[in-house]
């Protein structure tokens, strides 16, 4: 474990610990905790303090945002993650005996570099880095997310994907005895995304590792996830196990199940509505009860990474 | 005390605190003195009024049913009461969308209409929860013992509304979730039941006469 000095902790760091820790965040682990039956009324309710151990060697990103960032306890409170359940809180209660390691990813399609990895090797060769996003749910509410990730440019580059690679398509854990949501048929499990090889490589995207300096907690996609903070947040797909490299555009989960509601794309657009509510604003989590909404940015404020993907694209037919 | 007495002093007290509980605990949670809302209040302030907006729709609607099955006709007093508790948690539910998340509490209300007249007329969930609003006021409004005596045969039709208000409301909760019907298939099936049970009495009914 790295110990910092006190000279290597920046007074944003500070800020953000204290922002985590703070009174009311207490008053809602103790209360959440209180009405989910939960054994342990502390932080460390719903992520092993095992598995809270700080990630060595992070370095920054100048894609980091420095908005303020959301407390630790509603980024691990607040998702969604059906495979542990489809309400807010069911993946924070419903992870808590879920053990992420020893796991295991498989590389395969159109690549020189294929095989089944295990976590630790299949990461080792990369540089870990905090990238601070904002995060748009299709829902209409977002929040600012310290991730700690890798490239996913980096990674398709090290399994040499051929000519015919257009495509990667993620696949995530389908493991029903583990995971209590997919006992249920709330959708046609395992959950798939997928992306262009573009997007993929594009500097932004990466697969996430960790949260605030930590090894990923459970409800956010333990051990390894999806982020592309240009879309929705439904394409980040959680707890992945299979990359493939595909001649042909994958479907992703939400696009099966609801293709007239869900696109393959799924840019943050504030000028294409979903079909039952508009996407113009959002809901910035943390602000409270009496914050007004915000008004939502074209692909989430990120367009001068992405928007020459989409130059050709009319996006309100491919949504 | 008699019976009609006991009713008035006693029950009904009661079961008002009892309906208001729900909403009390509401306002004490979002100020965080017994709990909380959690990350997103506005969404849970929504979700608990629109919950308990269906739940007391149902409960005014099983009165009837309840007291031909047990015979026990002093449950008929207490329905008025549900009913504008129903009322209440839909107002509720609307008041806390137009100001807090359509933002009528923040801007004026010329930046507000706009939004708020699209999503009535061109989001079908948000229009059917509208109608069951409009429905549930001019109940309340004619609720009291002298507006029921001075509309006469109208005021029943009004009060039939309420077997539209409870299917458009379970249909609003339908429509609203991201992906199937959810708690929405329970309400449906509650509903179904004691619109069903109605329209067997009256089934028989006609065959009498």
Known sequence: MLIKKPSDIKPSEITSKANYLNRRDFMRAGSIAGGLALASPALGAFVPDERRAKLKDVGKSKFSTDEQMNSYMDITTYNNYWEFGSGKFDPSKNSGDFDPLPWQITIDGHAEKTGTFDFNDFIKPYDLEERIYRMRCVEGWSMVIPWVGISLAEIVKHHQPTSKAKFVRFQALHDPTRMPGQRRGLIDWPYREGLTIAEATNPLTILAVGLYGEALPNPNGAPIRLVTPWKYGFKGIKGIVRISFTDRQPRGSWQMAQPSEYGFYANVNPEVDHPRWSQATERRIGAGAFAPRIPTQMLNGYGEQVAHLYKALNLRKYY | ?209
Not at chain 2, 114 to 127: C, G, K, N, S, Y
Not at chain 2, 175 to 180: A, F, H, I, L, T
Request: charged share 20%; glycine share 6%; aromatic share 16%.
């Open chain 2, 1 to 209: 005390m008699d019976t009609l007495h006991q009713i008035r002093f006693v029950w009904k007290p009661l079961v008002f605190l009892l309906c208001l509980t729900p909403f009390a605990l509401v306002v004490t949670d979002l100020f965080e003195i017994t709990g909380t809302l959690g990350a997103n209040p506005v969404e849970e302030m929504l979700d608990r009024f629109g919950n308990w907006s269906i739940r007391f729709i149902l409960i005014a609607l099983a009165v009837t049913p309840l007291r031909k099955l047990t015979g026990r006709n002093w449950l008929t007093r207490f329905r008025r009461m549900l009913g504008l508790f129903a009322f209440f948690y839909v107002l509720m539910h609307f008041l806390v969308w137009l100001m807090l998340d359509r933002g009528l509490y923040f801007s004026p209300l010329s930046e507000v209409m706009p939004m708020v007249a699209e999503d009535l007329i061109e989001r079908t969930f948000i229009t059917v929860g509208f109608i069951a609003l409009v429905i549930l006021t001019l109940m309340a409004i004619t609720s009291t013992n002298g507006m029921r005596r001075r509309l006469g045969r109208t005021w029943q039709k009004i009060h039939y509304g309420a077997y539209a208000a409870g299917i458009l409301g379970v249909w609003h909760y339908w429509w609203q979730v991201k992906k199937g019907p959810d708690d929405a298939i329970y309400y449906a099936v509650i509903l179904a039941v004691l619109l069903g049970l109605r329209i067997y009495w009256w089934r028989q009914k006609k065959a009498r006469q």
